[in-house]
């Protein structure tokens, strides 16, 4: 381990208090993880159901936009139809299948996907294609929602999805209203035709609405007549919405300043290297902390102390398998090593833009991801407003965490739990940052002990984000 007296004068002693990991005590046990628990864990599902065309998808987004929130998903029961054989294919084509019945969904993949959603996990959403009568080979994703709305035709009809949902709606309209939506969706946006739209109401849709829709009307919170025109439910469910994620806010609030206050005497753990300060590493952070250094500088001295960080890291987190070459001196052999597999980065914006210099420096070729944390002014919790990362993230060999500055930890726990919800082992993740508060690291490290960290100084807790500024500009 490298020396942790990161701004010690030469001669002073070095720190060696740490804690050393399952792996380096060479146990077979995993190391104890510190409970935390993501914004988006325990995610508020709401349930809307009503008959065909009543208007629960208007509903839904009328509900969206009182919100005013980025983190609300509409899911549709539609996406969950069950697979057809041939012979309901050709059913369906010839308007003689009934999908207005219970059996016609696949609820044990609806439960499945919601459970996922609840706990926080990624979960891969069906297409299911109406001019096709039949799944699509494709998905789409839900990943960290903190409200999700449930909408469908049978939306509080199964027990296991009632138990999930923290409220219920549904939604009431006129028949002869609910026929004349109906048809025009099927025409324009289905591939129907009105002959059989009509077919289908009368033969199905009518008598399967009295049969299983309009009993959910007995376990709903909340009966929405009208529609997007009925206000004053819109706004009861919104300011319903809103005190639920307060709740939630203030918990994950408290859970994170109990991390730290636990954190606050631990010793660094083994799994944090921090930069050996050489006269070279001095120097260059002696021109970085000097307000005066034109910017120009600025970007040129943090770039190559970023390539020296990026190094470290991938020297702690890579994978490599023995490999021979042969040499240009005929006869002669090299006993090297290739890397076991690809590695990637993932630059939490927009800081860790400033270290993708030094990383395509050292990796030319990496692929790199996205994350958008920020923190809310008024609550001081990390959100998560976007992310883009390789789809097989969870095949690779290491993957970079960039960020140049850390202090309460916050975000850091954030990006590690969304590459840990997409399947990247714990031990083959590296953060890679420039300086960070020593509270912040031990929050980090003891909710996720077999991370890497590689760090160039250690910092006073909840220090001004700064390094950015500098060298973007602005």
Same mark, same amino acid.
């Given at each position: 381990?490298?020396?942790?007296?990161?701004?010690?004068?030469?001669?002073?002693?070095?720190?060696?208090?740490?804690?050393?990991?399952?792996?380096?005590?060479?146990?077979?046990?995993?190391?104890?993880?510190?409970? %935390?628990?993501?914004?988006?864990?325990?995610?508020?599902?709401?349930?809307?159901?009503?008959?065909?065309?009543?208007?629960?998808?208007? =509903?839904?987004?009328?509900?969206?936009?009182?919100?005013?929130?980025p983190w609300v998903v509409i899911l549709s029961m539609d996406s969950f139809y069950k697979p057809l054989t041939p012979e309901q294919s050709a059913s369906a084509f010839n308007n003689e299948y009934d999908f207005d019945s219970p059996e016609a969904i696949d609820f044990e993949c609806l439960v499945e996907r919601l459970r996922g959603i609840k706990t926080g996990a990624k979960?891969?959403?069906?297409?299911?294609?109406?001019? !096709?009568?039949?799944?699509?080979?494709?998905?789409?994703?839900? %990943?960290?929602?903190?409200?999700?709305?449930?909408?469908?035709?049978?939306?509080?009809?199964?027990?296991?999805?009632?138990?999930?949902?923290?409220? !219920?709606?549904?939604?009431?309209? #006129?028949?002869?209203?609910?026929?004349?939506?109906?048809? +025009?969706?099927?025409?324009?946006?289905?591939?129907? #035709?009105?002959?059989?739209?009509?077919?289908?109401?009368?033969?199905?849709?009518?008598?399967?609405?009295?049969?299983?829709?309009?009993? @959910?009307?007995?376990?709903?919170?909340?009966?929405?007549?009208?529609?997007?025109?009925?206000?004053?439910?819109? *706004?009861?469910? *919104?300011?319903?919405?809103?005190?639920?994620?307060?709740?939630?806010?203030?918990?994950?609030?408290?859970?994170?300043?109990?991390? $730290?206050?636990?954190?606050?005497?631990?010793?660094?753990?083994?799994?944090?290297?921090? +930069?050996?300060?050489?006269?070279?590493?001095?120097?260059?952070?002696?021109?970085?902390?000097?307000?005066?250094?034109?910017?120009?500088?600025? &970007?040129? %001295?943090?770039?190559?102390?970023?390539?020296?960080?990026?190094?470290?890291?991938?020297?702690?987190?890579?994978?490599?398998?023995?490999?021979?070459?042969?040499?240009?001196?005929?006869?002669? !052999?090299?006993?090297?090593?290739?890397? #076991?597999?690809?590695?990637?980065?993932?630059? &939490?914006?927009?800081?860790?833009?400033?270290?993708?210099?030094?990383? !395509?420096?050292?990796?030319?070729?990496?692929?790199?991801?996205?994350?958008?944390?920020?923190?809310?002014?008024?609550?001081?919790?990390?959100? =998560?407003?976007? %992310?883009? &990362?390789?789809?097989?993230?969870?095949?690779?060999?290491?993957?970079?965490?960039? #960020?140049? @500055?850390?202090? *309460?930890? $916050?975000?850091?726990?954030?990006?590690?739990?969304?590459?840990?919800?997409?399947?990247?082992?714990?031990?083959?993740?590296?953060?890679?940052?420039?300086?960070?508060?020593?509270?912040?690291?031990?929050?980090?490290?003891?909710?996720?002990?077999?991370?890497?960290?590689?760090?160039?100084?250690?910092?006073e807790d909840h220090e001004l984000r700064w390094v950015e500024t500098r060298y973007l500009g602005c």
């Amino acid at each position: 381990m490298t020396s942790l007296a990161s701004d010690s004068p030469p001669g002073s002693p070095t720190r060696t208090d740490s804690i050393p990991t399952a792996a380096a005590l060479g146990l077979g046990h995993r190391v104890a993880h510190a409970h %935390y628990s993501p914004p988006w864990a325990n995610t508020s599902i709401i349930g809307i159901a009503g008959s065909s065309g009543s208007g629960k998808t208007s =509903l839904s987004h009328a509900i969206i936009r009182e919100l005013n929130l980025p983190w609300v998903v509409i899911l549709s029961m539609d996406s969950f139809y069950k697979p057809l054989t041939p012979e309901q294919s050709a059913s369906a084509f010839n308007n003689e299948y009934d999908f207005d019945s219970p059996e016609a969904i696949d609820f044990e993949c609806l439960v499945e996907r919601l459970r996922g959603i609840k706990t926080g996990a990624k979960s891969d959403i069906p297409v299911y294609s109406f001019e !096709k009568h039949a799944r699509s080979d494709k998905t789409t994703t839900i %990943y960290s929602p903190h409200v999700l709305i449930l909408e469908g035709i049978f939306a509080l009809h199964d027990e296991r999805v009632l138990d999930m949902l923290d409220m !219920k709606i549904f939604a009431e309209a #006129d028949a002869d209203l609910c026929l004349s939506r109906r048809l +025009l969706r099927d025409v324009r946006e289905r591939g129907r #035709d009105i002959e059989g739209c009509i077919k289908q109401w009368f033969a199905f849709v009518k008598p399967n609405f009295h049969k299983f829709v309009e009993p @959910q009307r007995v376990v709903a919170d909340i009966i929405v007549p009208r529609g997007i025109e009925n206000k004053v439910a819109i *706004s009861m469910v *919104s300011d319903r919405i809103h005190k639920t994620l307060q709740q939630k806010s203030r918990l994950h609030q408290l859970e994170l300043r109990r991390l $730290g206050k636990v954190s606050e005497d631990a010793p660094l753990s083994s799994n944090v290297r921090v +930069l050996q300060h050489t006269n070279q590493i001095r120097g260059i952070n002696t021109l970085l902390m000097d307000p005066k250094l034109d910017r120009e500088d600025f &970007i040129f %001295y943090f770039d190559r102390l970023a390539a020296t960080l990026v190094e470290k890291g991938t020297d702690a987190g890579l994978r490599y398998q023995p490999a021979i070459v042969e040499t240009p001196v005929p006869g002669q !052999k090299y006993h090297g090593l290739h890397l #076991d597999g690809e590695p990637s980065a993932v630059v &939490i914006l927009r800081g860790g833009s400033c270290l993708e210099t030094g990383l !395509k420096r050292v990796i030319p070729d990496c692929r790199t991801g996205r994350m958008l944390i920020q923190t809310n002014f008024r609550t001081g919790e990390p959100e =998560l407003h976007f %992310y883009s &990362i390789a789809p097989d993230i969870s095949k690779h060999n290491c993957v970079l965490l960039l #960020d140049p @500055q850390m202090s *309460s930890g $916050g975000a850091a726990l954030m990006a590690v739990r969304v590459l840990l919800d997409h399947g990247v082992q714990e031990d083959r993740i590296v953060f890679v940052t420039y300086m960070a508060g020593k509270i912040g690291l031990n929050r980090l490290m003891s909710v996720y002990p077999e991370i890497k960290v590689v760090v160039c100084r250690i910092i006073e807790d909840h220090e001004l984000r700064w390094v950015e500024t500098r060298y973007l500009g602005c």
